[in-house]
């Protein structure tokens, strides 16, 4: 059985206040998760501290960053490394999501130092790939995918790949409420998965892969109906409790 994660990426929302009231509301309602699931939120940087505090020992909801420094520490101004985000606790980082990728220019090989980094320091990198709508509309979407999961994980040791979670993310679906269909979700999980065997041919039936884009609670069900599909990395919806655990109850 593979594991079941709907993690929440708030990205650049919430004051800590905010941040605090929307922890509390998830901890409230955190029984109807249903067994099994993984529950995650990746608020920014400057509350993970005291959202780590809230959450307690329990560690439900897992706590991720959104983002890690490439350097181990040092003289790089405005930077959070990762052995900062170990010592919060924070379990979990998001790296390559399209965001950093399209704004800050993140490349693949910058990606993969940070997910070096990031494991080397005991936390599990939810790793996001996709292609833009160009993309998918020239057929190209299997070739991008494939080469962002070559020119990173493909670098890795199987003993640090097995703490990966990938999430595909089709870019044209982020924030636009036009998500994938369940049938291209399925295409394109089933697909990453029979690539990853390629390198980690007993690990890649075991990997977590989440869906991210346009996913509500109207649509979380479907989407995790389907075989590959083994969850949820949510932005918008993540940012209303209820929303969030309904979506994190979807599951059949
Ligand atoms: P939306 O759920 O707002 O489309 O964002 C998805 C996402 O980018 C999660 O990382």
Known sequence: MREKIVAGNWKMNTTIREGKELT???????????????????????????????????????????????????????????????????????????????????????????????????????????????????????????????????????????KVIVAYEPVWAIGTGKTATSEQAQEMHAFIRSFLAESFEDLANSTPILYGGSCKPSNAAELFARPDVDGGLIGGASLKADDFLAIAGSFA
Do not use: W
């Open 24 to 162: 509390e509301n998830i901890l409230r309602g955190i029984s109807s998760v249903p067994a099994g699931v993984t529950l995650i939120v990746a608020p920014p940087f400057t509350h993970l501290s005291t959202i780590s505090g809230i959450i307690g020992n329990t560690k439900n909801p897992g706590l991720s960053a959104q983002n890690c420094a490439a350097g181990e520490k040092g003289a790089f101004t405005g930077e959070v490394s990762a052995a900062m985000l170990a010592s919060v606790p924070c379990q979990y980082v998001i790296l390559g999501h399209s965001e950093r990728r399209e704004y800050y220019g993140e490349t693949n090989e910058i990606l993969l130092e940070k997910i070096q980094r990031a494991l080397a320091n005991g936390i599990r990198p939810i790793f996001c790939v996709g292609e833009v709508l160009e993309e998918r509309e020239s057929n190209m979407h299997f070739q991008v995918v494939s080469s962002q999961i070559r020119e990173v994980l493909f670098k890795l040791d199987p003993d640090d790949f097995k």
